[in-house]
């Protein structure tokens, strides 16, 4: 296995990485990490976490499947964790002297659904605080760029706290014990409605292979993926890696994935570096 991107990460990636907030990468990883994390998918589609769920099953019964922090039960998932080329993609991003590894999440939408992701930011649902995060998205088929994950460029660095999505809606099945977020205490607006008019938010999205990669921000507004061909399903996996500025924080408003039982567990309080096990350093330069 390669542990380092097919191309290295060049100076202009990282400039618009800082500027922007996302950048695309394409051809970073090659076939044999893909052909990993599609038999690590099909080990966590056998043995989902607690953390797991439907989010969408539509009419027909196509169904968008997320399951998230799978890598401490899938070899495959460890792995890319801790060998692939990615903490060294997000490091170069961050330009960190650290890396930490936060979690990994999968979004499996069956052939033809067309659920898609409301928009939001990531980093104001989590269990920690920070500017320099990563989230790197990669899609394990091919993608056309209005079924990709879309961004609005330039908006990890809006100082507004918005009135996010609440992700435990998304239960179709009624599980018990979904994170749930209640931003409206703190929200200072409401979340904008992109899709009423991307073209002025100036959203972008890529048409991706296998191997490619998108790196973004994670205070980034995101959303969108979905509305696919009948014969056309999406498998994506991510990875959430933090660089030198994060520390664990609990949120009144609530969090998702809430991580405050394991990192209280751990040992881990408010303002503490996120690391040790449930953690990793993968990197340190
Ligand atoms: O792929 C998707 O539909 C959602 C991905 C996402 O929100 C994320 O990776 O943070």
Same mark, same amino acid.
């Given at each position: 296995m390669n542990a380092n991107p097919l191309r290295p990460v060049e100076s202009t990636d990282v400039e618009t990485f800082d500027r922007d907030g996302v950048v695309f990468l394409p051809g970073m990883f090659d076939r044999e990490w893909i052909e990993l994390l599609r038999a690590g998918l099909e080990t966590n589609r056998a043995h989902p976490t607690t953390r797991s769920r439907i989010w969408d099953r539509d009419a027909e019964g196509r169904t *968008?499947?997320?399951?998230?922090?799978?890598?401490?039960?899938?070899d495959e998932y460890r792995e890319f964790v801790f060998e692939s080329p990615a903490a060294k993609i997000a490091a170069d991003l961050m330009r960190a002297t650290t890396v930490n590894f936060f979690f990994d999440a999968v979004f499996v939408r069956s052939p033809g659904t067309q659920f898609s992701t409301p928009w939001h930011q990531d980093e104001p649902y989590w269990s920690v605080d920070g500017f320099n995060t990563c989230s790197i998205w990669m899609p394990l088929v091919p993608v056309a760029a209005k079924n990709a994950l879309s961004f609005v460029p330039r908006s990890h660095r809006s100082a507004t706290v918005f009135d996010q999505y609440n992700f435990g809606d998304l239960n179709p099945d009624g599980q018990s014990a979904v994170d749930m977020v209640d931003f409206g205490a703190i929200a200072e607006d409401e979340f904008p409605d992109i899709d009423a008019d991307p073209e002025r938010w100036g959203v972008v999205n890529w048409d991706m292979?296998?191997?490619? /990669?998108? %790196? =973004?921000?994670?205070?980034?507004? $995101?959303?969108?993926?979905?509305?696919?061909?009948? #014969?056309?399903?999406?498998?994506? =996996?991510?990875?959430?890696?933090?660089?030198?500025?994060?520390?664990?924080? =609990?949120?009144? /408003?609530? *969090? #998702?994935?809430? $991580?405050?039982?394991?990192?209280?567990? %751990?040992?881990?309080?408010?303002?503490?570096?996120?690391?040790?096990?449930?953690?990793?350093?993968?990197?340190?330069?």
């Open positions: *968008m499947f997320y399951d998230s922090q799978a890598w401490q039960g899938v292979e296998p191997g490619d /990669c998108i %790196a =973004f921000n994670s205070r980034m507004m $995101h959303g969108g993926s979905g509305q696919l061909p009948d #014969d056309v399903g999406l498998e994506v =996996f991510t990875t959430k890696w933090l660089g030198d500025d994060v520390s664990v924080i =609990f949120r009144e /408003c609530g *969090m #998702d994935p809430d $991580h405050t039982e394991v990192m209280k567990a %751990a040992g881990l309080k408010p303002g503490d570096r996120p690391e040790g096990e449930l953690y990793p350093r993968i990197l340190t330069r």
